[in-house]
């Protein structure tokens, strides 16, 4: 079975997605690049993930052609593939439709740097305007919103996150989720946060290249 360990892990971060509160039912979609073999590994469409094992995991190059796998694969494979094609050093995309973020999606919010855990994504968290979901247009709206960034919002519809692996990107998700709690509540006390300024904002970002284990 190609990609063996990469299925095997999409099945474990798929469950932990729902345990974690950042998606409900069979929505949202999660995906790991192997370099070596320049394939990834994405969730099938439209499964339960308590019900999904290994070989119902789609392997897929990045020219968006089936490489192994019966099932279908995320409607959103395109939004998955362009970060692998075009961010060095992307391993792996999440997608969420977490409380918080997904309410700020709607509202048509970027997150600024209200607190020092908005730096998982950069020194902010860009929201992007609605795009029909499961298109390359979304595909490409997320890659160019996102910029440098490791997470955007897209609008009236979810949370996306990048990252270097599968543990890291499913926390940038869940931290993220907690960056736009904390907005949303300033916002609900009729309170405009007082956000960190550029100097602070990048000395966090500085401090999290060393912070996690090797």
């Not at 099945?11 to 394939?39: C, D, H, P």
């Not at 019900?51 to 089936?66: I, N």
């Not at 692996?165 to 309170?191: H, M, P, R, W």
Request: with cysteine.
């Amino acid at each position: 079975m190609l990609l063996q360990e990469e299925r095997e892990k999409i099945v474990v971060y798929g469950q932990e997605m729902l345990k974690r509160g950042l998606t409900a039912g069979t929505f949202g979609n999660l995906s790991i690049y192997n370099e070596k073999e320049n394939l990834f590994a994405i969730s099938p469409s439209g499964m339960d993930y308590f019900k999904t094992d290994a070989s119902d995991v789609v392997v897929m190059t990045l020219d968006g052609e089936k490489a192994d796998g019966d099932r279908k694969p995320s409607s959103e494979v395109d939004m998955h593939r362009i970060f692998y094609q075009k961010r060095p050093g992307i391993k792996s995309v999440v997608h969420t439709h977490p409380r918080y973020a997904t309410t700020l999606a709607c509202l048509g919010w970027s997150i600024p740097p209200l607190h020092y855990l908005v730096a998982y994504s950069g020194k902010e968290v860009p929201c992007i305007p609605y795009v029909p979901f499961g298109t390359y247009e979304l595909a490409q709206a997320a890659l160019d919103g996102m910029g440098d960034n490791y997470a955007c919002i897209l609008g009236n519809h979810g949370l996306l996150c990048v990252g270097g692996n599968i543990s890291y990107t499913l926390d940038v998700s869940e931290q993220i989720e907690f960056c736009a709690q904390l907005y949303y509540n300033c916002k609900a006390a009729g309170q405009e946060p007082k956000l960190l300024n550029d100097e602070q904002i990048s000395s966090v970002l500085e401090a999290f290249q060393t912070y996690r284990q090797k």
